[in-house]
């Protein structure tokens, strides 16, 4: 047999909570203290009756008891950088000079970054690791263009249209055309 539920003593701050409940979750929470209490459900039972797991219905109840409500602000969301080598200002001042020097025209060699990460931090760093890094201030990989900027396609029409007749490409084309007609 399942032990009674704790908890009696904040039941009928849970009836208030339940009746003023401004989202789903408060909903929830204090449906997961009044429901044990007054109807006598188990876990399992108050669970279903939620649409949450047992065990989340069993954290929620524990919070509630604990004088948290589910969304009130008390609490930090899960989220943000937990495992960070640096922090954001930190990996900003190490890219500044690369990420210029790309601005600028030049190429950003991730090699050398990895480099120079690897100095700052005292240890070896995963490949992936730079790119993430890179990928979290806005560089992106470019490539080259196909073509040069430079370069005229109307002098290359023109170019291909009165190609030489000793040229090796003249020479080849000549026959094919021949064959062909």
């Known amino acids: 047999m399942a032990r009674p539920a704790r908890g009696a003593d904040n039941l009928e701050w849970a009836r208030e909570v339940l009746a003023r409940a401004l989202t789903v979750e408060q909903l929830r929470q204090a449906q997961a203290v009044v429901l044990p209490l007054d109807y006598g459900l188990s876990l399992e039972q108050t669970a279903r009756a939620i649409g949450r797991s ?37 990996e900003r001042e190490l890219l500044a000079p690369f990420l210029d020097r790309a601005r600028t025209g030049g190429i950003l060699v991730v090699g050398q970054v990895k480099t120079e990460l690897e100095a700052a931090m005292g240890r070896p760093m995963a490949l992936s690791s730079v790119y993430n890094l890179l990928h979290r201030h806005g560089w992106r990989k470019l490539a080259p263009d196909k073509r040069h900027p430079q370069s005229d396609p109307l002098a290359q029409q023109e170019w291909k249209k009165n190609l030489p007749s000793d040229s090796p490409k003249s020479a080849r084309s000549g026959p094919a055309k021949a064959r062909s007609s």
């Open 54 to 90: 047992a065990a989340w219905t069993c954290r929620l109840r524990n919070r509630f008891l604990a004088g948290e409500i589910v969304g009130d602000g008390q609490r930090e969301s899960r989220g943000g950088r937990r495992h960070q080598n640096m922090t954001a200002e930190q």
